[in-house]
């Protein structure tokens, strides 16, 4: 009911607000994510080994190091995507604007702080 309301009161393109932002967002979080953790994998478990860590555990979790690493990452690149997101399907002089200039837009009146800060926000508000 609430999908048909907003399609009937703002058009059905309405509907589509934000997907560019989630699609180029996840997609950038994705293949940092990958590409970190590919990077990074060979290294960690020499890297841990010259800290201490015996041979088995340096190979066990070196990968798991690699993916804290890499997701950690990849989640700098996605907030400023899921910012602008949340931005635009909330507030209707953002959606107008597409997503490069809603991103320019929120950097202009809130600087770098409002991307962190608004993810931040969103995901609070996700659990509760």
């Known amino acids: 009911v609430r999908l048909r309301n907003v399609a009937q009161a703002d058009g059905p393109a309405a509907l589509l607000t934000g997907v560019a932002p989630t699609v180029v967002g996840y997609g950038l979080e994705g293949a940092c994510k990958f590409g ?3 990077a990074l994998k060979p ?23 690699a993916a804290v ?5 990849a989640s700098l690149v996605l907030a400023p995507a899921e910012a ?14 597409g997503l490069l200039g809603a991103a320019s837009r929120l ?22």
């Open 36 to 38: 970190v953790y590919e």
């Open 43 to 65: 290294a960690s478990a020499p890297l841990l080994a010259s800290l201490g860590l015996g041979a088995d555990q340096s190979a066990a979790a070196g990968p798991v190091a």
């Open 69 to 73: 690493v890499a997701g950690g990452l």
């Open 84 to 97: 602008t997101r949340i931005r635009m399907v909330s507030e209707p002089s953002y959606a107008s604007l």
């Open 107 to 128: 950097y202009e009146a809130e600087g770098t702080h409002a991307h962190a800060h608004s993810h931040t926000h969103a995901h609070t508000h996700a659990l509760t």
